[in-house]
């Protein structure tokens, strides 16, 4: 979820958009490797050492995550408290929007965090590959975005996952709260002890666990195993971070072989931040390709439009893919609504639905997007897995299509959007979906909108059933010979058709 001082609600200011049509010359959105990457950096510093110990048993691990059984899966759950001493970074020079940033440790301040970790029970499960999510704190509190979007695509594939407390807001609270549910409020007997500097020191924490997870005789945060890749991921806010990071920390140290950033918008988050002396970042700002990293860039048409990311548009290259998902949110139902009792195989979840009300904790004039980002996310998870591990590189992806003042989306006869990763969400629709439009509280503007289609309107597209999921199953067809769809999720859609088509009020 975006942060609370981006401005998301305006289109791109007029400065804004001359610095992203400068960038866009220097950097074309071409279909494929455009650009030689510079030979990969090598790291120049180790990573400190952080302590690792057992929180105190008063109560259980607090975080709004799934809401099944990690047991129903073959999975546990196992939380440590982390501590330490973290460095802040400084810049050797100008932070500009080529990304190509200089940075060097700076002030030092202890800290104690913690960390959750989600490992298969079954050793001879886990794939070797461990997803560290930077928790988003937008809300006042944490949130394992991606893993939520991604779970089942994590959890079937043996994929360790651990979701790191890496900034303030999630520990001690912010003035923002929406609610007090900030670990030392929720329990305070079992995080009372923590205690973090600030966000200053976040990148470094962040590293730290990544640090703790590389251990070629096993770490202990996996319970002995050992890690083969590490990936880092966070969404929208999170991603903010992690844009920062990859450009300015990850050359340092080398600590992830991949990054899958969800949902970002035209710049990065600070450097440094209060209490020290705040260093702001470009807007808008590249990922770096002069290093062996690997990341794939996965956004809604919300991000592309309304938060200013078609200014940061790049072109695919050697070690990285941006993936606009067209009929998708910034934020949809699936995510925050239906998502997190996924378990994995019911094809209900893939059914477009119209639905105001997230969780009773917001309610949006208009119906959320249904066009599900799980389903490329998913996707994206699996490519980057198999690209960083030495595997071939995913295919290049076209951009959505904007006018030609680059601010308003094309649309096709049905309303959809063109361009961009297609789906049968939008190839073979049940509903108009969209990224922007949304009005309500608070959040709700990044959640889009959903207009279903009438049973006259699918009689009229399809003629019947039978038509309807054909049209489907050829648009699965389609993306799972692209890659950007996994067969197993593309099975789920094709069942869920034969579901939509059956809730029409014929």
């Known amino acids: 979820m975006s942060t609370f001082v981006d401005n998301t609600r305006r289109y791109l200011s007029s400065r804004l958009l001359v610095a992203g049509l400068v960038l866009l010359l220097l950097s074309a959105c071409g279909d494929s490797d455009s650009r030689d990457p510079l030979p990969p950096s090598s790291p120049t510093l180790p990573i400190a050492v952080a302590e690792i110990s057992a929180p105190p048993d008063e109560g259980q691990p607090n975080l709004l995550s799934t809401t099944f059984a990690l047991a129903d899966v073959g999975y546990e759950q196992q939380e440590f408290f982390l501590s330490g001493s973290a460095s802040a970074f400084t810049n050797l020079g100008e932070l500009a929007s080529d990304g190509l940033w200089e940075v060097e440790p700076g002030e030092a301040a202890d800290y104690r965090t913690r960390v959750l970790v989600y490992m298969p029970v079954d050793a001879a499960a886990f794939s070797g590959s461990v997803f560290v999510e930077w928790l988003n704190v937008t809300t006042g509190f944490e949130l394992p975005v991606s893993y939520g979007t991604a779970h089942t695509e994590l959890l079937r594939e043996g994929h360790a996952v651990v979701l790191v407390s890496a900034q303030f807001n999630g520990v001690e609270g912010g003035e923002n709260s929406l609610l007090p549910l900030h670990l030392k409020a929720v329990n305070p007997d079992r995080y009372g002890s923590l205690d973090h500097p600030g966000d200053s020191f976040s990148y470094d924490i962040f590293t730290q666990v990544a640090g703790l997870l590389d251990n070629d005789s096993g770490s202990e945060l996996l319970g002995g195993a050992t890690a083969n890749l590490l990936f880092a991921m966070g969404q929208s806010q999170s991603a903010s971070r992690l844009v920062t990071y990859f450009n300015a920390v990850q050359p340092l140290y080398g600590a992830f072989d991949g990054f899958l950033i969800q949902n970002r918008g035209a710049g990065s988050s600070s450097l440094a931040q209060d209490p020290l002396v705040a260093i702001a970042t470009p807007t808008p700002v590249l990922l770096r390709t002069d290093i062996a990293a690997k990341a794939i ?173 054909a049209a489907v199953r050829r648009s699965v067809d389609e993306g799972i010979e692209a890659g950007t769809l996994l067969a197993p999720d593309g099975e789920r859609i094709v069942q869920a058709a034969a579901l939509q088509w059956d809730s029409l009020d014929n």
């Open 297 to 469: 860039n996965v956004q809604g048409e919300s991000d592309v439009h309304g938060r200013g990311m078609n200014s940061s548009r790049q072109a695919d290259s050697a070690t990285y893919r941006l993936w606009e998902v067209a009929g998708s949110a910034h934020n949809d139902e699936y995510t925050f609504v239906s998502g997190r009792n996924d378990l994995g195989d019911d094809p209900s979840y893939a059914v477009v639905v119209e639905q105001t009300s997230i969780l009773g904790f917001q309610e949006c004039t208009l119906p959320m997007n249904s066009g599900y980002l799980v389903w490329p996310v998913n996707a994206a998870i699996h490519a980057l897995n198999d690209w960083a591990g030495g595997g071939v590189a995913p295919a290049p992806v076209p951009r959505l299509d904007m006018d030609a003042a680059g601010i308003d989306f094309l649309l096709d006869d049905s309303g959809n959007v063109t361009g961009g990763l297609r789906t049968s969400y939008v190839d073979a629709p049940a509903a108009v979906l969209s990224g922007i439009g949304q009005e309500g509280n608070a959040f709700c503007f990044l959640f889009g909108t959903t207009a279903l289609f009438d049973a006259a309107q699918m009689a009229a597209r399809y003629t019947d059933k039978a038509g309807y999921t």
